[in-house]
């Protein structure tokens, strides 16, 4: 796709963070989650790009941004690193749509930051304290990280992606390798197992409150078939949410993006039009 051949590079508090952008007319922002970067975004981008000013990023430690392993990647880090991207940027207001643990940045970011958004997305976001899922957890453990560094190799890689879809019959080739570039060296894979241990659920707990008095207009779209963060996540979001809809599509599994781009766009289109 046109957008993937020409990255862009912007130095942030000191490192340099990998984008894409293309288009015209308000900035939609595309935040991914841990185990994907940009990428993931691919089959969104099509039913945007002739509407909207598309930003896809690499948060830090992230596909193509730099990895420090001796700095923060928590969540709240990556909002506020967000916040100072924008604003280099020049970006005044735009749509913001999440995924994972980049719903997790957000969530932060929209109660920091309420008046640079028009709308926020969510989808098969993490919240609250329901996560990190196990694996995450024994991430954080110095010992388990030297195993995972020592065997995580592509097949292991590759049954935790399958078991993130809904349409198993997406999991090509292309799609692996996208999601194992990164992995393929060992400072990518440091990378990913430093924002793994970086990852603290204390960084949404604590803005609860501010959650349930959030006045940004909030979409959140559930994958019914998520297998590794659960229902109820989505659900207390759109209880809590003064201002928000929910979308469930019970064909997506975790990867939605690779089961169902066409009806996660649609939603997405329809609901920052309105």
Not at 60 to 79: I, M, V
Not at 238 to 255: D, L, R, W, Y
């Amino acid at each position: 796709m046109e957008i993937f051949n020409k990255p862009k590079v912007i130095e942030i508090q000191g490192n340099l963070i990998n984008f894409f952008r293309e288009g015209k007319g308000e900035t939609v922002l595309f935040v991914h989650g841990i185990t994907t970067y940009s990428f993931i975004w691919r089959k969104i981008v099509p039913y945007f790009q002739d509407k909207y000013d598309l930003i896809l990023i690499d948060l830090l430690g992230c596909g193509d941004s730099d990895k420090p392993l001796n700095e923060d990647f928590s969540l709240k880090r990556q909002a506020h690193l967000i916040k100072d991207f924008c604003s280099k940027l020049e970006i005044t207001k735009f749509h913001m749509v999440c995924h994972d643990v980049g719903g997790g940045v957000g969530q932060i970011f929209a109660v920091n930051y309420p008046n640079l958004l028009y709308d926020l997305t969510l989808i098969n976001t993490v919240a609250y304290n329901f996560w990190p899922v196990q694996p995450i957890i024994a991430m954080r453990t110095p010992i388990i990280r030297q195993i995972a560094m020592a065997t995580l190799d592509f097949g292991m890689f590759e049954l935790i992606v399958k078991r993130g879809l809904y349409h198993k019959t997406q999991l090509t080739d292309e799609l692996m390798g996208l999601f194992w570039k990164p992995m393929k060296n060992p400072i990518g894979r440091k990378g990913f197992l430093h924002f793994a241990k970086c990852l603290n659920n204390k960084n949404l707990t604590e803005i609860e409150n501010e959650l349930r008095q959030l006045q940004v207009h909030t979409l959140i779209i559930r994958g019914e078939a998520d297998v590794y963060l659960s229902a109820s996540i989505s659900e207390k979001l759109h209880v809590e949410i003064p201002n928000s809809q929910i979308f469930k599509i019970e064909t997506g599994g975790h990867f939605i993006q690779e089961d169902e781009p066409e009806k996660i766009s649609k939603a997405i289109l329809n609901f920052i039009a309105n």
